[in-house]
Every structure is written in C-alpha cells, then in structure tokens.
C-alpha cells in the first residue's frame, strides 16, 4: 500500500454569529486549487474571536431538507434540476473493478488523493464504495486475525462483505453505495443525503452504469450558482 499523501487543508474562513446562511454556502461552493483540499466545514465566531459553532457542508444539506423538503408545498426551481437535462453531477469518474483487491483500491485513494471510490461490475455500474473510512475498518480486521491473510489481498468485494459484518457487530459506520438516476430532480438528491446520511450519491444512466456523482458540495454550489437564498 502506498503512502498517502493528502492535500493541505485549505485555510479556514470564519464567519460571525450574525452572517447569513448564504455566506457559509459561498465558501463551501468555493473550488480551490492543490495542494490545498476543498472546504467542508466553517467556523461560526462570536464577537470576541471565540467558536461557537461549526457549520458543515452536510449540515447545510440537512437544513433544506427540514426547510425547504418536509412537507413542502412548492419545490423551489432551483431543486428541480437534474442529471439528464441541467447535467448535475455528470463528470468522469474515476472508478475500480470489483475484480481489484482492497490493496490497489487504497493505492488509487493514495495516488489520486480521493476520499471515495466508487466499485463497478464489468459491465460498469456501481456495486459498492471504498472510502478514506475503511482504513479503520482495514486495521479492525486485520486485528481480529493478526496471522491470518492480509485483507489488502482480498477482493473489494469480499472485503466489503466481511466490513459490513464487522460495521453491524461493533455499530460502527461505513461508507455505503447509494445510486440516483439521470431524471433524479435535485430535491432528491438533497433528501437521499440527509436521510441515508452520505456525502455523495452516484449517478446512473438509463443502463445503471456510472455516470457521475452529487455530492454534499455539489449541492452547495448549485445555490451559489443560483444565487439561491437559503433561510
């Protein structure tokens, strides 16, 4: 397994008690350039400099979902984009054969500085994740049988059988594959984040293949873009 070499955390950028919602989604929108990696959470602080609270990119989502979501009468237009017709979330992706041991799923996290990767059949459509978090799940297994076979010689497929045991017996949580179609409005996207509690959903084509992937920032950006006013 490679050494990883992560980016820099980017500086972060606080913003006062009395700021807008829509000032904390400018800077989770933000794209920045390496070394530096993107901003997922900011600082809220009082008049005397001091933290009071931190507000992430997955509690903004959490907020339009109760807002905006939850027995709403009228969808704002600005969540009614999706895959097929405004291109949300259609990206090329960088994705491994669920033929690949767990070994060369960490080296290509490593090497292309990924938080997440998704797992495909041959024939491309997701079958599963392997995240940053299966390092902990990596270590718990490999000390539940120090003798035995090293899991990075594993299929990622039957590492993440034995990790979703492991996750149920010590109520631990992983990183789990939820997929969205291509006419999957951004309200859905936004209500499967919040309620499934993940990062990012990926988006399939018509053929269930992987196409792309909307993610917590994702979502913070598209109400930048829109100049959308979050309550």
């Not at 490999?142 to 993440?160: A, C, F, H, T």
């Amino acid at each position: 397994m490679n050494v990883c070499t992560y980016h820099i955390r980017a500086p972060w950028k606080p913003v006062k008690s009395t700021d807008s919602w829509d000032k904390v989604v400018k800077i989770l929108a933000e794209k920045v350039e390496p070394p530096y990696s993107p901003t997922r959470r900011v600082p809220v602080v009082d008049s005397t400099g001091k933290v009071v609270n931190i507000i992430s990119q997955s509690k903004i989502v959490s907020r339009l979902y109760k807002e905006y979501l939850i027995d709403a009468n009228m969808v704002p237009r600005t969540f009614l984009k999706t895959p097929r017709t405004d291109k949300l979330g259609i990206r090329n992706m960088i994705s491994l054969k669920d033929s690949s041991t767990l070994g060369q799923a960490f080296d290509l996290l490593c090497v292309k500085k990924l938080s997440v990767l998704p797992v495909v059949d041959a024939g491309g459509c997701p079958v599963g994740v392997i995240s940053t978090k299966d390092l902990w799940f990596y270590k718990k297994l490999r000390s539940l049988d120090p003798k035995g076979e090293d899991p990075q010689n594993w299929s990622v497929m039957e590492y993440i059988k034995k990790a979703e045991e492991t996750a149920a017996a010590s109520d631990a949580k992983r990183s789990h594959c939820v997929t969205a179609g291509l006419d999957t409005p951004l309200s859905t996207f936004i209500t499967l984040l919040a309620t499934k509690h993940t990062h990012r959903i990926m988006v399939v084509d018509d053929e269930k293949r992987l196409v792309g992937v909307v993610s917590v920032a994702d979502v913070c950006r598209c109400l930048d873009t829109d100049n959308f006013s979050v309550k």
